[in-house]
């Protein structure tokens, strides 16, 4: 199939194939035309990007479900963030200096997650769990962090532990792994691996509690489609109890699955959220926001010199750019002022998952499709396992490859190892799109 594609490739997208080769020759990472894990058969070189379609350098166009990953859920080129970055930049782009638009930004995460909470700015997803993580050891004075099985907390070496595509150790008590070579042994080693919606998981960190500073999760797993409010409930009680802070990784469903974080569906609030994605409005960002008493830790007023001991450092050069802040705060303000986007965006969702599951069903196709408030999976396995490990060891490499590739040929892109995503510049007609085009992959991969 790789080859196959490959040759098409050659002959529908030239240029794309002709960057491909150049990117190889300049290129290390991160590159998406050949990726990490799975290397990609199907590169995507874009020339232009437009509401909820992709055009590549050949002039095919498609209908996106990657959502860029995420950022994209007003839809690409979106004109309030396109006004915005154009405003901010024809001002000057600042950053290390003191700018409004980080304040408008930190103004508008912060009135959505609650009363007196606080923001600390940062340039990405994996930037701002370094720093919720570093502001939970400065505040218990305590060294080690608990997560998940199968949570993917950004490219750093803590993030990178047992967090996607390798796993260690008694399902219900895993052993630390890392996911990449040059990882640190000691923060691998140092880490408390657990598994979501477990209850032993809430007795391991009880027992634990004098070394935890914090327990680090996705809330609602994005890759899993899975959401255990009840156990999340569980798990702020066993943490207060124990002294243990909560942090909830919402860098893809921050702003996605509501306005604010996964912490208004749940019936319960961790100590700090991480943040990133949408809040950049498509440009590099991330946040920490949490209530002030917490993380005030991170502040950077006061005497250097004297409180050293007690307060978490937060840098970066680019943090809180003008134009990033711009381009975030523009979104945010859209987000904010047309909520029916959000019910809209659920009721699309379920629209697709219950049309898929019902062709696949009918084709008799062994495909589970999952998905919720915008994000959606569709996995060619088997069975219906319960763990994530499980359930990489039951995917079906092959189909999902294949699925991948005939639906590009039907004129839809998506990632085809990451969650899909609807954003609000889809139309009736490109659902409609997506729904033809999986009824004609499917039944091109029985045949
Ligand atoms: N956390 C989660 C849940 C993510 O999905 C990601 C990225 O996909 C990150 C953190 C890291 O964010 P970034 O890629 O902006 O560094």
Known sequence: LRDTFQREIGERAPRTQALREEAARHLVAPTHFDRFVLPSAFPLAVAQARGSRLRDLDGNEYVDLSGGYGPHILGYAHPAVVAAIQEAAA?????????????????????AFGQDHKVVLSNSGTEAVQIALRIAR???????????????HGFSDQGLVSSWFRYRGDPRAPEPVGNSAGMQDAVVAETLVLQYGEEESLRRIAAHADELACVVLEPMPSALGDFDPVFLRRLAAV????????????????????????QHLAGTAPDLTCLGKIIGGGLPAGAVVGRAEVIDTARTSGDPFRDVDSRAF?????SGNSITAAAGAATLLELRDRPQIYS??????????????????????????????????????????????DRLAGLDVTATLAFAYHMRRYGVHLPELHT?????????????????????????MLS
């Open 239 to 262: 943490c207060a109890e124990a002294g243990v802070l909560v942090v909830y990784d919402e860098v893809v469903t921050g702003f996605r699955v509501h306005y604010g974080g996964v």
């Open 314 to 318: 937060a840098g970066g050069t680019m």
């Open 420 to 444: 899909m995503m609807l954003s609000a510049a889809h139309s009736d007609g490109d659902l409609e799109q997506v729904s033809e085009a999986f009824g004609k992959s499917v039944r091109e």
């Open 91 to 111: 001002r000057g782009a600042v950053n290390a200096v003191g700018n409004p638009d980080e304040v408008r930004l930190a103004a508008l995460i912060a009135a």
């Open 138 to 152: 400065a505040r218990t004075g305590r060294q080690r962090v608990a997560k998940f099985e199968g949570h993917y």
């Open 344 to 389: 809209r965006l659920s009721d699309r969702t379920a629209w697709l998952v219950a049309d898929l599951t019902a062709q696949a069903g009918d084709c008799g196709v062994p495909c589970r499709v999952k998905g919720r408030n915008s994000v959606f999976s569709v996995a060619f396995d088997h069975a219906t396992p319960r763990l994530v490990r």
